[in-house]
Structures are given as structure tokens and as C-alpha cells.
């Protein structure tokens, strides 16, 4: 075997083509295959270097080629082969000018991926972050008629295959990606990558493309071979249910996602409807039951009155059932069963001297509907407003504090009283404590754990009562499990106190508080709030 062709067998083993440029930028040799399937490299003899390029990569190209002297090697440079029909391919170029054949330059290519269309991709507008795409799709939703939200889908695409380093590489096969799935969303611009690997977009529900097999052929176009599953749900006739569903399940598959890898997000989706529809079910038929928690006096220990506890099924709390409500606005509905119910409650014969608390989530107090309705419901019996107490919860923070005060406002004017709940769970505490004019702050179980060990909570709450005395209110502490804390409690000022101690939830109130203390609870919480 000569010389030449064992160099020969070395340089094809290293690159896919091989081309001479000679000194006037002209291709005067190629052997190995062309950038398309069964075209060969010899239909570029006879043309010039630039012609074989994108043009974006042309200049870049010439300029590496002409810098070269006799012994040089360029870098690599990546580059984008012209394919023809509006189709390129990427691949990795470099050049070398042997001094015996100067000035003519040797240039080898290897290819990336299969040919793809670069036009198309181009222009193709850059795919949001699942923020940008919950925000757009929101507004590309809200304006159009029950028909035309009946023709669209919301799909999502799972993709395998994706490299995990934040380079170069993977942020072009993302983009890449993201241009493909774009083109396929109804408008091309609705899709999202809404993870490294999980993507969704709003397309036509009547669109056939297969999205696995766009996901694949943009892997191959990057060398990649990429596997996906998708699925699509319909949005239906109500988009600000569908988009608040969808923002709930993206959250919550997130979330679960360590613990659940198979979770994927139309699967979140799906059952977050189902639970949502089982939720208004549930309102709907009034299908829950309230439990009542003793309030005393922490220096009679008499009971002052009870909260209100809601309880689904087999007694079990509520709590994720009402942030989903919230999410998917649903808790107004809930809220206000919640009021009918105690509301009935005061109205049974015995009840006479009974005075009740009830939760009410944030995001109810966003318009005048609840207030409007609880008024109403009372509007004949002044003595049962008297015996109500409102709750207001941290769970969904108060978007305008100025127009909930108004509102609450006019259940204080009423005669119904209102209270902070939870005070110190939350960012949004001291904004309500300074924005709401209420009646009482009821202190999280968060700040009264440790009360009768810890001299900075003692502190810390001594300085939270004289605070609300000065600002004539009353104050409760939750959670109290000892006698001591209770002590403790009571000798800062504390007028009222929750918790285990005093009594647990039951299915009738307990007027009577338990004179002996009572075993602690394990971390159960009995609120929703």
C-alpha cells in the first residue's frame, strides 16, 4: 500500500470530505460524500469556496481560509453547509495549507445532524420560560370567543436525550427545539419550555403533526437522538379555569417531581381538573362538615368562642383542597358555603350564646361579592352578626390591602367582628397589621412553640401584644399545648388562647374547656388556615 493512500485512509477517517482550494478561491479537488444523502463532493469542483455556505457563514470561512500561510492550520469553526431547498446542515470545517502546494488550502469537513431548514427556524420567535408562556398564553386566550378555545389544545412534551451541561451545544439543540415546537403552536409563538426537558404549547386541536417526530427531527439535525412523549388536553370553554389549572399542575408536578419522575404534566393536569371538578361537586352539595375548636379566656379559662373547621371525607383536613380552590378560584364559592353553614349553625335552638369564627381565604376579599353575600345572609339577624367572627387568611395574600379593609370595613360596621389570622406565618403580615383596621390578631403556632423556653420568643411576643394594645386589639395565641406555655402566654399580656391544651376540633362545640392539661399532638394541624 503506498504512502498516498494510507494518508488518504487516515484523513477519511477523520472527516466526511475533503476539498483543495486553490489561490484564486476556487474548489480544484473533492473526494467523500456531500452534505445530502447520496450526493458525492465532487459537483463542488469548479466553484467557489463561499458557494458551499449559509450565507451567514461565508465570511467568516473566507477570512479563516485567506489567513493561512504556508504550515498554518485554522480553527475549527462551525459552520452551515448549503444543502439546497432552503435546507442546511451543520458541520465542523477546517483548514491547512501544505507549503509545497501553497497557496492552494486544504479544507476537510465532518457533518452534524441531519439537513434541516434554517429559513423556517430562523424566523421562528424564541420559546418562553414557563412564566413568559403562562403570561402570554393568558393573554392570547382571553379574548377569543367559546368556539374558537373549543378548536385549541394544550399539549406537552416530555423530551429524553437532552445533555444536562449548560453549553454551547445545548442551549442550540434547546433552541432549535423550541423553534420546531413554535411552529407547530396555533399562532408560532405559543409554545414554552417550561423545564430543561419538558416543554408545552398551545396548537390546533385538529393539527395532525406529530409532535415526538419534530422533537426527533430536531435531534438529528443537532447529531442528537432525542425520544419524547406528548400528550394534549382540550382547554375548552373556559380558559382562565384551564390556564389556572394548568399554572396549579406545572407547580405541583414540579414539586413532586423528585419524589415522582414518571409524573408528567398532562397527567398533573388531568387529575388537578378532576380534583377541581370534584372540588365544586363538593361545595355544590355542601359534602363537608364543620368542627369546632375552643377559644377560652387564658385567665378563666372559659370558653370565649370556637373556630370553625372544615373537614372533607374520612376527617381529613382540607388544606391542599384549599390552596387548589384558591389557585383555580374556587374558594369564594367555598368560603361562602363555609358562612351558610355556621350561619345555620347560630340559628339552631341552644345557640343562643355561641360565637363563632370562621376563615376566609385572601382571594375572597378581592371583590365585594363575599362581603356582599355575608351581609345579606345576616341582613335580618343583627344578634348572629354580633356572634361572628371573620378570619382573615394569609394563604392567599391580599393583592389590594386598601380595598380588603374597605370591605371589612363594612362587616365591622355590620357589628361582625375581624381578625388577623396566623400573624407572623407569613411576608405579608405586619403590610395587614398595618393596613387592616380589625379586632384581634390571632399569633401563628409557629411563634408560640417554644414559648416557655426560649426568652426570644417571649420577647419577641411581649413586644407583638403591646403592640396590638396600643393598637386596641385583642390578641389570641394558637397551638398552645402545655400549661406552661399557657402561663407564659398569660403573664405577656395574651387574652385568649387555641390549642390542644383547651379542647381539639369536635363535631359539636364544647363549652366546657378540660380542667387537667392534655397530652401534646405530634405536629397535627387542626385549621385549614
Known amino acids: 500500500m503506498s504512502l498516498k493512500s494510507r494518508l488518504l485512509g487516515l484523513a477519511f477517517a477523520a472527516a466526511d470530505a475533503l476539498i483543495e482550494v486553490d ?36 465570511a467568516a ?28 446542515r451543520r458541520a465542523m470545517f477546517r483548514a491547512f495549507m501544505l507549503p509545497e502546494l501553497a497557496p492552494a488550502v486544504s479544507c476537510a469537513f465532518i457533518y452534524e445532524g441531519a439537513p434541516f431548514e434554517i429559513a423556517a427556524e430562523a424566523d421562528a420567535s424564541p420559546i418562553s420560560d414557563s412564566s413568559s408562556f403562562m403570561d402570554s398564553a393568558r393573554e392570547g386566550l382571553s379574548g377569543k370567543s367559546g368556539a374558537a378555545l373549543q378548536k385549541l389544545a394544550l399539549a406537552f412534551i416530555e423530551v429524553q436525550g437532552l445533555a444536562a451541561a449548560n453549553d454551547a451545544a445545548n442551549e442550540r439543540m434547546a433552541a432549535r427545539l423550541g423553534a420546531r415546537l413554535q411552529r407547530v403552536s396555533h399562532d408560532g409563538a405559543s409554545a414554552g419550555r417550561l423545564t430543561p426537558n419538558r416543554y408545552a404549547l398551545i396548537k390546533d386541536a385538529g393539527d395532525g403533526r406529530d409532535l415526538e417526530a419534530e422533537v426527533r ?3 438529528l439535525a443537532e447529531g442528537l437522538t432525542l425520544t419524547s412523549r406528548s400528550s394534549e388536553l382540550a382547554i375548552g370553554s373556559d380558559p382562565l379555569c384551564a390556564l ?7 407547580e405541583a408536578c414540579l414539586k413532586d417531581n423528585a419524589a415522582q419522575p414518571e409524573l408528567s404534566f398532562a397527567d398533573s393536569l388531568s387529575r388537578t381538573l378532576k380534583d377541581a371538578e370534584r372540588f365544586r361537586n363538593i361545595v355544590r ?3 363537608f362538615s364543620m368542627f369546632y375548636q375552643p377559644v377560652v379566656d387564658l385567665k378563666t379559662r372559659a370558653v370565649h368562642h370556637f373556630e370553625a373547621l372544615t373537614r372533607f371525607g374520612q376527617g381529613s383536613g382540607p388544606a391542599s383542597a384549599i390552596r387548589m380552590a384558591e389557585e383555580l378560584a374556587l374558594i369564594e364559592d367555598f368560603d361562602l358555603a363555609v358562612a351558610e ?5 347560630l340559628r339552631q335552638p341552644g345557640s343562643g350564646l355561641l360565637k363563632i369564627a370562621i376563615n376566609v381565604s385572601g382571594a375572597s376579599l378581592a371583590n365585594d361579592a363575599y362581603v356582599e353575600a355575608l351581609l345579606k345572609m345576616t341582613a335580618s339577624e343583627s344578634d348572629n352578626r354580633r356572634r361572628l367572627i371573620v378570619e382573615v387568611t394569609e394563604t392567599a395574600a391580599l393583592a389590594d390591602i386598601a380595598a380588603a379593609n374597605r370591605r371589612l370595613g363594612a362587616l365591622r360596621g355590620a357589628g361582625i367582628k375581624v381578625c388577623i389570622d396566623d400573624f407572623g406565618a407569613g411576608a405579608a403580615a405586619f403590610d395587614y397589621l398595618r393596613g387592616l383596621s380589625v379586632d384581634t390578631v390571632k399569633i401563628d403556632g409557629a411563634l408560640v412553640r417554644g414559648i416557655d423556653s426560649d426568652p426570644r420568643t417571649r420577647t419577641l411576643i411581649g413586644h407583638l401584644v403591646d403592640l396590638c394594645r396600643s393598637l386596641d386589639m385583642t390578641t389570641i395565641a394558637e397551638m398552645i399545648e402545655t400549661e406552661d406555655a399557657a402561663q407564659a402566654l398569660q403573664t405577656l399580656g395574651v387574652g385568649y388562647g387555641q390549642g390542644w391544651l383547651f379542647g381539639r376540633a369536635e363535631a359539636e362545640p364544647v363549652t ?7 397530652a401534646r399532638r405530634q405536629g397535627v394541624i387542626d385549621g385549614w388556615s
Open 23 to 58: 489561490g484564486a478561491g476556487q474548489i480544484a479537488f473533492a473526494l467523500g460524500s456531500g452534505p445530502v444523502a447520496g450526493q458525492g463532493s465532487a459537483a463542488w469542483i469548479g466553484q467557489p469556496l463561499s458557494a458551499l455556505f449559509a450565507p451567514a457563514c461565508r
Open 61 to 88: 470561512v473566507v477570512e479563516a481560509a485567506s489567513a493561512l500561510s504556508a504550515g498554518g492550520r485554522s480553527q475549527p469553526l462551525e459552520v452551515l453547509i448549503d444543502c439546497g431547498d432552503g435546507r442546511v
Open 217 to 219: 427531527e430536531a435531534g
Open 244 to 250: 389556572r389549572a394548568m399554572r396549579f399542575a406545572i
Open 285 to 287: 352539595n355542601r359534602e
Open 341 to 345: 353553614k355556621i350561619i345555620h349553625r
Open 512 to 518: 366546657i374547656a378540660p380542667s387537667s392539661p392534655r
